[in-house]
């Protein structure tokens, strides 16, 4: 009697897709990435808090706060590129041109990288559980690998998604903000210490030296009427260019063409005294708010100041409007171009004082131009 023939099985074999072998990885590299992590935000924390009573213990806690906010771009990366997790970047400490002392305080503060911090800190048990898991899963019960990977992994994307993405809106608001208002803080001082000093050279000077010309002048009056005359004459002209002054420092503190008349005669005046043609055009039915008015004007004198100075421009223009709840402002101009907002600039400056009112500030100017400057503002009723 014949043998019965018996099936030959195919060897056993692994049938799991590409993201369950992503998933794989990413558990099995979790215990070298939350160790460098762990130790890492250990070591931040110790020499940071400990050496606080020092002068480089802070410093030192800002820089490491710092570094955990890198880590925790890297480590949303590679969720991104193995877990498929998409998770919204935090926005960036505005530092700007803040003091050593505000930057400082802003990095210490710095609410997203002490979550970070968290996250790395908690993560090493962790890490050690996913790690032993996935490998014993892998020799001993490779069947039930992939409910086993998938399951690890949905609590990875969890704890990703919870510690390393912007928990809301308020948060990235409040952060930027508070970055702000140092910037606000700093343009204040500079506009006070430049009245003052205006003042100081310029008005408050004059009106000293007719104090004492029109002192002499009296001294002269009666034993030299002639003299004493042209002295007082003298004076009247200080006079005239000590109000002239005192004029052109109120503009600049706020013009009253713009609180009686508006954008509209406000921007034609301050354009007349550009160097270069300028057409203004203004198509606004209402007014917004004084502040915002006046953010716009100092934004446009300020771009015609520059076109004046360093464009080399034949002719300018000057368009403002309103758009989806927002103030545009745009000024153009036919110059050799090259502006730019790189740090140190003219611009720069006045990006950041746009930005510390929610606003933003875009520059088109490639080399040989035109240039063209849009400014954004919030649209604020009166």
Not at 86 to 105: A, C, I, Q
Not at 218 to 223: A, I, P, S, V, W
């Amino acid at each position: 009697m014949s043998q019965p023939e018996t099936t030959q099985l195919p060897p056993a074999r692994f049938a799991f897709d590409a993201v369950t072998w992503k998933e794989i990885a990413y558990l099995l590299a979790n215990l070298p990435v939350d160790i460098a992590g762990f130790v890492y935000v250990v070591v931040m924390l110790y020499l940071g808090i400990g050496l606080s009573v020092t002068v480089v213990g802070v410093p030192m806690l800002a820089l490491g706060l710092a570094g955990c906010r890198l880590a925790g771009r890297l480590e949303r990366g590679r969720a991104r590129g193995m877990l498929g997790v998409t998770v919204e970047e935090p926005s960036p400490l505005r530092l700007g041109r803040l003091g050593f002392f505000p930057w400082l305080w802003t990095s210490v503060k710095d609410p997203v990288a002490w979550r970070h911090a968290l996250y790395f800190s908690i993560r090493l048990p962790w890490g050690i559980t996913t790690f032993t898991l996935t490998l014993v899963s892998l020799f001993v019960a490779w069947p039930v690998l992939p409910f086993i990977a998938r399951g690890l992994a949905n609590v990875d994307r969890a704890m990703v998604r919870g510690l390393l993405q912007p928990s809301d809106e308020l948060e990235r608001r409040i952060a930027e903000l508070e970055s702000d208002r140092g910037v606000v803080v700093d343009t204040a001082a500079a506009d006070l210490r430049r009245i003052e000093r205006d003042l100081h050279d310029g008005a408050q000077a004059r009106l000293v030296a007719l104090a004492m010309g029109l002192g002499l002048a009296k001294e002269k009056l009666l034993e030299d009427p002639d003299t004493a005359a042209k002295m007082v004459d003298e004076a009247h002209g200080e006079v005239k260019l000590a109000l002239q002054e005192l004029r052109d420092l109120a503009r600049g503190i706020h013009p009253a063409v713009l609180t009686d008349r508006g954008l509209d005669a406000a921007l034609s005046s301050i354009s007349a005294r550009c160097t270069v043609p300028v057409a203004v055009t203004v198509d606004l039915t209402v007014r917004p708010a004084p502040a915002i008015e006046g953010i716009a004007y100092f934004t446009v004198s300020e771009l015609l100041q520059n076109i004046s100075k360093h464009s080399g421009a034949r002719a300018a223009s000057v368009e403002l409007w309103r758009s989806d709840g927002r103030l545009m402002v745009q000024v153009r101009d036919d110059g050799s171009g090259g502006a730019s907002t790189d740090s140190g600039s003219g611009l720069a400056g006045l990006s950041e004082r746009l930005g510390s009112v929610d606003g933003l500030l875009v520059v088109d100017s490639p080399a040989g131009g035109p240039t063209v400057v849009t400014a954004e503002l919030p649209w604020r009723e009166r």
